[in-house]
């Protein structure tokens, strides 16, 4: 398969090197659907589709040639020194560089601070390849994920024996089935949606984004997406091993987190809704702090839900073996809080209660006394943040649209002039572009919504037009905004119902090793040129991406020549194509798949 380029410039497109170029795409891209297998042991054959599609006859409108330095179809020079980086040891399998066990438990417990981000100085960053563990399997693949994961995967049964009563996850032979239970919903995650649902709505599209805080293995944003509800789930690297590690197996959005001393990398206004269930999050405590930090978050009119303790104790405080003075204390002050932030309860049923935030700040003017407020001006500025106990004003906002019509609509965040510079002309011409080009990525690899990629990620997600573009039901975008960029766009992308988060790809990612099975990196290297190494950041990719899972770079060419290059000595295969406007275009992309390999390999395995 080739990508076309200017149909007028055809001089010279019969020539033998013409046709010889043609044949080597056709080669690579019968390799790239061999590595692109998918389901146990190193997979089944859907991804070989992508050379049932592959078109290798030689078009009358097809040119390669290029008049920019880095032919998109030329080979790399064969004399070029490449520098190859070894496989690191065994026992950095599951390595989470910024929530290492032995860096955490040297910080104080104090508020959780000792589970929250702390990353290894450059002098201990690892510059080797993460392995994946022996046996590694693709997962399968959407909906069969969300009840099943390889064992392989993540070798660990630890909450298999902590939580065999509860319904969370068994282990099965070969694989570990979630049964879809949880210690809130003995019934399962369906029947306790349901009750949520008779209070909040969840089935018309009106509400879309959610945070679970302490999500366990996150069976509640599983089972949410039927009702077409996208969910971020975080949990801290604790006790209970690889709680993250198996929602993220499972094909569920989770980051590791936990609510401590810092602000969660979410602007302020994003989720349509909240929920805790049995997190054993002190909500009272300091303040209400992290109820404040949670009404940061929720838009105005969003919903929070608190399920477990101490939610109607009377009647329960004997089963959770907890004081009954105490119980009592715990939700009064959770109450307190709740009316000091203006939030309006809903329900209390059982274990179950529901709040709702108030829809805008002249509903809250009886507590306008009794609350401090929060000076900063832009609450949008959270990374490394300390939380401050007051309240953050909600920022004006449209009428709620519901989902899929919010996606394509301009966000109110434009519209009200809140992002300087930023035109609803502007929005409107970026989702068209966007259209364009994953239309041309999908010529190139015809799987990308096949279902074969579950977890996607883009690196600078901008406005999320990459996301609103490859929508589908068979996987679910992580729009990351790079700290460093000039513009505060992740509002507009959480507006349009889809989920991200901020991040410095100066640092390591907060998932663990081998949980994304696609990546996109528009403009990346360019925006960090001056800010840290290139290497480091695609050995973060390395180590985030799955064996034979998929990387789009779209830069400038020199930018990605110098990407291939570091890419080739990382057991990645790439290749260079012209930018789907034509050859004369500076811009690029280039295709990148990792081979499939595992610890003890000592060579690289496509086959």
């Known amino acids: 398969m080739a990508t076309k380029g200017n149909p007028g410039d055809n001089r010279n497109n019969k020539g033998p090197m013409s046709i010889f170029i043609v044949f080597a795409l056709c080669g690579f891209f019968y390799i790239l659907g061999l590595w692109q297998r998918s389901g146990f042991g190193k997979g089944d054959s859907i991804a070989v589709e992508i050379t049932k599609h592959t078109d290798c006859t030689v078009l009358s409108d097809l040119n390669y040639e290029t ?3 880095g032919d998109a179809g030329t080979d790399d020079n064969p004399n070029e020194q490449v520098k190859e980086f070894k496989p690191c040891d065994d026992r950095f399998i599951d390595y989470t560089p910024c929530h290492d066990q032995a860096r955490a438990m040297t910080f104080p417990r104090e508020n959780m601070n000792y589970r929250e981000r702390h990353c290894a100085p450059e002098e201990e960053k690892l510059h080797c390849l993460i392995a994946a563990p022996r046996g590694y399997a693709t997962p399968f693949p959407w909906p069969k994920s969300r009840d099943y994961v390889p064992y392989a995967n993540a070798p660990y049964k630890s909450l298999t024996v902590e939580k065999a009563v509860q319904n969370w996850i068994q282990y099965e032979g070969n694989v570990f089935r979630f049964p879809g239970g949880g210690t809130q919903f003995p019934q399962g995650a ?5 009750q949520l649902a008779a209070v909040i709505p969840l089935d018309n599209g009106m509400v879309r984004t959610a945070l679970d805080t302490g999500c366990g293995v996150a069976s509640w944003g599983a089972y949410l997406f039927k009702k077409n509800v996208i969910a971020m789930s975080i949990a801290p690297r604790d006790s209970h091993e690889a709680q993250v590690q198996f929602a993220l197996e499972r094909g569920v959005p989770a980051i590791i987190g936990v609510l401590g001393t810092i602000m969660l990398p979410f602007p302020s206004g994003s989720f349509d809704m909240a929920h805790c269930s049995r997190c054993l999050i002190q909500w009272g405590a300091n303040g209400g702090l992290y109820m404040k930090e949670v009404d940061r978050v ?14 109607n104790w009377k009647n329960n405080f004997q089963a959770w073996q907890r004081p009954e003075d105490e119980l009592k204390e715990e939700q009064r002050q959770i109450e307190d809080t709740a009316k000091l932030l203006c939030w309006e309860k809903k329900h209390e049923k059982g274990e179950i209660a529901i709040w709702r935030k108030a829809l805008s700040n002249d509903e809250c003017s009886e507590q306008e006394t009794q609350r ?11 990374w490394y943040k300390k939380m401050e106990n007051c309240v953050t004003p909600a920022k004006p906002s449209g009428s709620w649209k519901p989902f899929p019509e919010r996606l394509n609509a301009v966000p109110s965040r434009i519209t009200s002039g809140s992002i300087p510079g930023v035109s609803a002309e502007l929005f409107e011409e970026d989702n068209r572009l966007w259209k364009k080009h994953v239309n041309a990525y999908r010529r190139v690899n015809k799987i990308i919504d096949s279902g074969r990629y579950r977890n996607v990620m883009d690196m600078n997600a901008g406005f999320g037009g990459f996301a609103a573009a490859i929508d589908s039901p068979k996987l679910w975008v992580m729009n990351v905004a790079p700290t460093i960029s000039e513009k505060a766009s992740l509002g507009v992308v959480f507006e349009r119902g889809l989920i991200g988060i901020y991040h410095d790809w100066c640092e390591a990612f907060s998932t663990y090793p081998r949980t994304y099975d696609l990546i996109h990196a528009n403009g990346v290297f360019t925006l960090y040129k001056n800010a840290c190494n290139a290497e480091d950041i695609l050995l973060e990719m390395d180590r985030i991406l799955r064996p034979e899972g998929a990387v789009i770079f779209r830069d400038q060419v020199g930018v990605l020549k110098q990407v291939k290059r570091i890419a080739k000595g990382m057991r990645w295969n790439t290749k260079m194509v012209d930018h ?3 050859p004369l ?13 595992v610890a003890g390999d000592n060579t690289t395995s496509s086959g």
Not at 298 to 311: A, E, T
Not at 588 to 596: G, N
């Open 190 to 194: 369906d029947a306790y949606i349901n």
């Open 372 to 382: 401090t407020i929060c000076e900063s001006a832009n609450s949008d500025d959270v």
């Open 580 to 582: 789907e406007d034509g």
């Open 298 to 311: 929720l838009r105005p009119g969003g919903y929070w839900i608190l399920s477990g303790p101490p939610i």
């Open 585 to 597: 275009i500076s811009e690029k992309v280039l295709y990148a798949v990792k081979r499939y390999w």
């Open 67 to 69: 008049h920019h330095d």
